[in-house]
């Protein structure tokens, strides 16, 4: 089925460093998603993104964090500076549009120290 | 606020039992998915159940939906090993207007061979 790639897998960081998390949603899909789960939690919306905007976001969309997809290539979320808080694994998905399936991809582990 | 809760924590059954996650959810929706997440992995989508339906089949997997008690069910007959996994009921919100998904905490199930 289709598939939807995360770079890297896994991302430990200092503390206040930068780091981008990178997604290659499925080709034909139109909305993007992340999502953050820390470990043995549930997984919580961050923020959607759909014909360039962010549609909506929810309060863990701290100000610190952006995201982006320049020209059809990688979504991206950035987040700088980085927190202890922000670790956790991160999940991108996409849809082909508006109520229908989410495609997940393997997620990447963020570790701040 | 959590929008979606499913109403057990974990569950084991043997190989070839039958079993039921269900789900409580808080507003009106759009659209419910049932999810899978294995260890390490991110969620699959096994069904998406919409607001005017009240059943779905995925193979051995089958899903219900009460609009009016907000609850769903996924049941899974002649389970495997390998469904063993944690299942995440994640609703949309029709107030939002846009797709996001929110999900519960999970029920761990555990089919013992």
């Known amino acids: 089925g289709p598939k939807v790639l995360q770079i890297p897998s896994h991302q430990i960081i200092d503390m206040g460093q930068m780091v981008t998390l990178n997604c290659d949603p499925v080709?034909?899909?139109?909305?993007f998603y992340w999502y953050k789960q820390i470990l043995g939690q549930q997984m919580e919306f961050l923020v959607n993104?759909?014909?360039?905007?962010?549609?909506?976001k929810s309060k863990l969309f701290k100000d610190q964090f952006s995201v982006e997809r320049p020209d059809g290539s990688y979504f991206t979320l950035k987040i700088q500076p980085t927190a202890l808080e922000d670790s956790a694994v991160y999940f991108c998905?996409?849809?082909?549009?508006?109520?229908?399936?989410?495609?997940f991809g393997p997620g990447t582990r963020l570790t701040v120290l | 606020s959590q929008l979606a809760e499913e109403n057990s924590w974990a569950l084991s059954v043997h190989e070839g039992e039958s079993v039921t996650v269900n789900c409580s959810y808080k507003?009106?929706?759009?659209?419910l998915q049932w999810y899978r997440q294995k260890s390490g992995k991110g969620p699959a989508q096994l069904i998406l159940i919409r607001s005017n339906e009240r059943e779905k089949r995925n193979g051995r997997l089958r899903a219900t939906l009460d609009t009016s008690s907000q609850s769903s069910s996924l049941s899974i007959t002649a389970t495997r090993c390998e469904d063993t996994a944690v299942y995440f009921c994640?609703?949309?919100?029709?107030?939002?207007?846009?797709?996001?998904?929110?999900f519960g905490k999970g029920t761990s199930l555990t089919v013992i061979p």
């Open positions: 998905a996409s849809s082909q549009d508006r109520g229908y399936e989410q495609y």
């Open positions: 507003t009106s929706i759009t659209a």
């Open positions: 993104f759909y014909n360039g905007k962010v549609m909506e």
């Open positions: 994640a609703t949309d919100s029709s107030n939002t207007g846009y797709q996001n998904f929110y």
């Open positions: 080709s034909n899909h139109l909305y």
